[in-house]
């Protein structure tokens, strides 16, 4: 009985190390990512921005474009309709939750429930939590950090780095690690 046991937790010893490698090896960039378009994303400023006294509309574009200029295949532009274009969809929420902000992607048009970003997307809605980001540079951190979700980066957990894909960080725009995370993302 106990050698079987020992047995055991041996094998979940290595299964477990080799589990913390793999994730120590992908943890900061997610399995999935946008499918259509190769990294060429169209974004739609959802009208509902418009209900803040906070100007989204110019957060929204700066944080995008913070993200242009760095991957030759990223490129977000902003459209002005939904219904050729199939755009991420930009736009602010009162939700009562903890967070700054969310990403949330579907591989549907017509899904009703999210999908996970370790398998592709189609489009994603990138919302940032207006009561529960205290002032500008907050919201423009979370914009930003938000959608460098969108373009696939997860969280950055390197103690040694600073980066806006961090949590609680008050960056706002993306940082060289993130730069270089981008580029691995997107050969
Ligand atoms: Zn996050």
């Known amino acids: 009985m106990k050698k079987i046991s020992k047995s055991v937790i041996t094998t979940a010893t290595t299964i477990l190390l080799a589990a913390t490698m793999l994730s120590t090896a992908n943890a900061e960039l997610y399995a999935g990512k946008r499918t259509p378009g190769n990294g060429n ?3 739609f400023i959802h009208s509902s921005v418009d ?3 906070t100007n989204y509309t110019n957060i929204y574009t700066s944080a995008a474009s913070s993200w242009n200029g760095i991957n030759s295949h990223v ?3 902003r459209v002005y309709e939904t219904n050729n274009s199939k755009p991420d969809v930009y736009g602010v929420s009162t939700s009562q939750r903890t967070l700054q902000g969310e990403m949330i992607c579907y591989d549907s048009y017509s899904a009703s429930a999210p999908s996970h970003p370790s398998s592709n997307w189609l489009y994603a809605m990138t919302l940032v ?3 529960n980001t205290p002032n500008e540079v907050a919201k423009k951190s979370a914009a930003v ?3 460098g979700h969108t373009l696939g980066l997860a969280h950055t957990f390197q103690p040694n780095e600073t980066s806006v894909m961090s949590e609680g960080n008050f960056f706002t725009a993306p940082r060289d690690y993130d730069k270089a995370q981008l580029n ?3 050969p």
């Open 51 to 53: 209900n803040y006294s």
């Open 129 to 131: 939590y207006d009561n």
């Open 145 to 147: 950090h938000e959608i």
């Open 75 to 77: 490129s977000l532009s």
């Open 41 to 43: 994303i169209p974004y």
């Open 184 to 186: 691995l993302k997107w």
